[in-house]
């Protein structure tokens, strides 16, 4: 798919199939050839690559799962029911909505210990991810969410429990 992503601005036929297979997914900027940039899936693929590669599989498998579950859900709710807007693409009912995701993946996502403390660093990773996405980050969230939250939740186990990796 990341082949295409490329292929795709420099052949025609390419992007001619890829937007008949793939409008309905796309949304307007992901389809426009004026700017080069790539679809949010591919980002998500990105994401999942880097957190895999750099973190331990706890860690990584929960950075994945708050962007899979935590923005999918907070953009579905701030859509249907977040009427005003914050900042721009950003409302108070979809930014609770990834908030409360976030808390339910810290609490029932594999753990080490099972400890208070440990419970700890998740609800900090969930309240600095949230805030990372209320402040919509100049990178691709679908990259970003998954690399931030596991690299906060790596660091926090880094400096609370050391030995652990």
């Given amino acids: 798919m990341l082949l295409v992503e490329l292929l795709k601005y420099r052949v025609e036929f390419i992007y001619n199939l890829y937007v008949k297979v793939f409008r309905f997914m796309l949304k307007d900027h992901e389809v426009d050839r004026k700017v080069i940039r790539m679809n949010g ?3 998500v693929l990105l994401g999942d690559v880097v957190c895999i590669l750099l973190f331990p599989k706890l860690i990584a498998i929960t950075g994945m799962l708050m962007l899979s579950l935590a ?3 907070s953009a579905v709710f701030g ?4 009427g005003k807007h914050i900042v721009p693409d ?3 009912a ?6 409360v995701v976030s808390l339910i993946i810290s609490f029932l996502t594999p753990k ?23 402040i919509k980050l100049p990178v691709d969230d679908n990259f970003a969410i998954p690399i931030i939250s ?3 939740l790596y660091i926090l186990y880094l400096l609370f429990f050391p030995g652990v990796n």
Wanted: glycine share 6%.
């Fill in 71 to 73: 923005d999918s859900l």
């Fill in 41 to 43: 899936a591919s980002w």
């Fill in 94 to 99: 979809g930014t609770l909505v990834f908030f």
């Fill in 112 to 134: 080490y210990f099972y400890s208070f403390k440990e419970y700890s660093l998740y609800i900090a990773m969930a309240a600095v991810t949230t805030t990372v996405d209320f």
């Fill in 79 to 82: 859509r249907l029911y977040g």
């Fill in 90 to 92: 950003r409302t108070i």
């Fill in 150 to 152: 596991s690299g906060v």
